[in-house]
């Protein structure tokens, strides 16, 4: 193998750092390669100062060019593009050839897309890869249909678009240590997460690909963790969100990657209208206006036009959609007028929402969107407000609770869990004796009833964490987050035959058994030891005597044992 075909092999992978580290030992004619490791690792000026050292011609003057248009991309500089797209024309009027018409293709397929212009874009990269083919050089087919399958999914033509990308990878496989696999990977699971497409896999799929860039690799990194926003956006884990973008703030905009910042700002703007109301977000809105008027970024002109006419709350949608025409056709998406703040398009949102009634979604809905890492589309869509509060109103013992800026949907929780969920929200603020009097119905003695109070709390609190921090312990008292409570007109604690009882007849155990459950339903001795956090033998104990006192009826013998309640 020669010098020359190791170099051109170690570029074609994406396996930039090495051909950096072999630079004395690469032949003059190499120093393209070099020259696009540079660019592709975002060291800019070098490359420029190599594009002005070295004497290029033929192809190769036509190739470095079109890297150095690939760096003015990257940036975001629309003059810099428009002088570099020139210059590369150049070129390719002094040698026209298959090779060099490649790249023409391709670097005005690149432009229009970066500016927006998708269908554009597309039709030039189709051109590109057609000649590729007929090349039969994979390394060329391989970014050809990548840019196509950019475009096709940034006009939402996802089923296209994840299809191009598996040709994509198909090309890329052929050529061995290929790193580019890891970047066409990257990009199909963003697009399978922004159709909404199998999230739980795509989550696996991405933690995974977190724990294994580079650390050097900051521009893949940044991006993975954007993905990663957009995921727990999805999910309703708003506060979230935010934290892991203020987090990764820094890294966004020393990079300076043109449109990786726009997308930060919309994901962040999307953020300030759902946790603080649409006046934070305008501010960004306006100044994220002026990058997209500056580099002609269309799209994301179109996206955040889109969030001010949502802001402004036009009262007349026909209007705002005539407003946002000229965007729509530069862009060839359609205009995101019922929920701007969506990321799935907004088929597919009405697809789960579309006879919902604000503020009471089905208890079917809410476990369908909780299955498919969906709920957050609740507050994205309106139906919910993203303040504090706490929807009882489910069937099943469900509970839909927003604290803190993040939603969850809590599907199982035990009948005294419940209770004592609806008891704890009905106040901000508990002495451990009145909620322990008020729950279990005992007089309380701090000596014995201690320690089960505060077991009792932490089982509950384990059941909301990670996702919703409704409560903490506060120098002997239970603190309780402020919320709106959506309930029925139903009694929080115990049932009526249960409140005519009397308690000192009866211990904490067999109180709660007795208040939890329904006339007819069966008692599991194990279940209950579970619940409570004690021994098989002592809840058997309370439940003979139980049966003594006529409440229970004893079913089966010995480990088959079970009750009845009459």
Same mark, same amino acid.
């Given at each position: 193998?020669?010098?020359? #075909? ?15 580290? #072999? ?33 290029? #011609? ?66 030039? #990269? ?256 309106? *139906? ?6 706490? /929807? ?14 993040? *939603? ?36 309380? /003695?701090?000596?014995?009833? /201690? ?13 909301? *964490? ?101």
């Amino acid at each position: 193998m020669t010098m020359t #075909s190791f170099a051109r092999e170690l570029f074609h992978s994406g396996r930039y750092q090495e051909i950096l580290k #072999s630079e004395g030992s690469l032949p003059p004619r190499d120093d393209k390669y070099r020259l696009a490791a540079l660019v592709f690792m975002g060291r800019e000026i070098e490359a420029q100062h190599l594009l002005e050292s070295a004497r290029w #011609s033929g192809e190769d003057c036509v190739e470095v060019h079109f890297y150095i248009l690939l760096s003015s991309l990257r940036i975001g500089d629309y003059t810099s593009m428009k002088r570099d797209l020139l210059k590369l024309y150049n070129a390719y009027q002094k040698c026209s050839s298959a090779a060099t018409r490649f790249y023409l293709y391709q670097g005005l397929g690149l432009i229009r897309y970066y500016k927006g212009e998708f269908a554009k874009g597309h039709g030039h #990269s189709r051109r590109s890869f057609r000649i590729a083919l007929k090349r039969q050089d994979n390394y060329l087919c391989m970014i050809a249909n990548d840019l196509m399958a950019h475009s096709s999914c940034m006009l939402e033509h996802y089923a296209r678009g994840l299809q191009l990308f598996s040709d994509s990878l198909r090309f890329a496989n052929k050529m061995a240590s290929n790193n580019n696999i890891q970047v066409l990977e990257l990009a199909q699971l963003t697009y399978k997460i922004e159709a909404g497409q199998e999230l739980e896999k795509a989550q696996r799929e991405l933690y995974n690909w977190i724990a294994t860039i580079e650390p050097q690799d900051y521009f893949s990194k940044t991006n993975a963790l954007l993905l990663k926003a957009k995921l727990l956006l999805l999910r309703g884990l708003f506060k979230d969100a935010e934290d892991l973008l203020l987090e990764i703030s820094q890294q966004v905009y020393a990079f300076n990657q043109g449109r990786q910042i726009l997308n930060y700002n919309l994901i962040l703007g999307h953020l300030h209208f759902i946790l603080h109301g649409p006046s934070k977000g305008l501010g960004l809105i306006r100044t994220s206006l002026q990058l997209c008027h500056k580099v002609q970024d269309y799209y994301y002109l179109h996206r955040f036009k889109e969030l001010e006419y949502f802001a402004a709350a036009a009262p007349v949608k026909n209007k705002s959609a005539e407003a946002l025409l000229p965007y729509a056709s530069l862009t060839g998406r359609k205009s995101r007028l019922r929920y701007p703040l969506g990321i799935i398009p907004e088929e597919s949102i009405d697809h789960y929402l579309k006879d919902e009634v604000p503020g009471q979604v089905k208890l079917s809905t809410l476990k369908k969107l909780k299955n498919k890492g969906l709920l957050g589309l609740l507050i994205m869509s309106g *139906l919910y407000h993203a303040e504090d509060f706490i /929807d009882l109103r489910l069937a099943e013992r469900a509970v839909l609770l927003a604290c803190a800026g993040n *939603l969850d949907l809590f599907l199982e929780l035990s009948s005294g869990q419940y209770e004592l969920l609806r008891l704890l929200v009905s106040k901000t603020r508990w002495r451990r004796q009145d909620l322990f009097e008020s729950f279990w119905r005992v007089p309380y /003695d701090p000596f014995i009833h /201690d320690n089960k109070l505060y077991v009792t709390l932490k089982r509950l609190k384990n059941k909301l *964490l990670p996702t919703i921090a409704l409560f903490h312990f506060e120098k002997g008292e239970i603190v309780v987050k402020n919320l709106r409570l959506f309930k029925t007109e139903q009694v929080l604690v115990a049932r009526d035959h249960v409140e005519h009882f009397q308690y000192a007849n009866f211990n904490p155990r067999q109180f709660a058994i007795l208040r939890d459950q329904r006339v007819g339903e069966l008692i599991i001795p194990r279940e209950q030891a579970q619940l409570f956090g004690v021994s098989r033998n002592t809840v058997t104990r309370d439940l003979k005597d139980l049966v003594k006192r006529g409440k229970l009826i004893k079913i089966g013998q010995g480990r088959g044992t079970h009750y009845r309640v009459l």
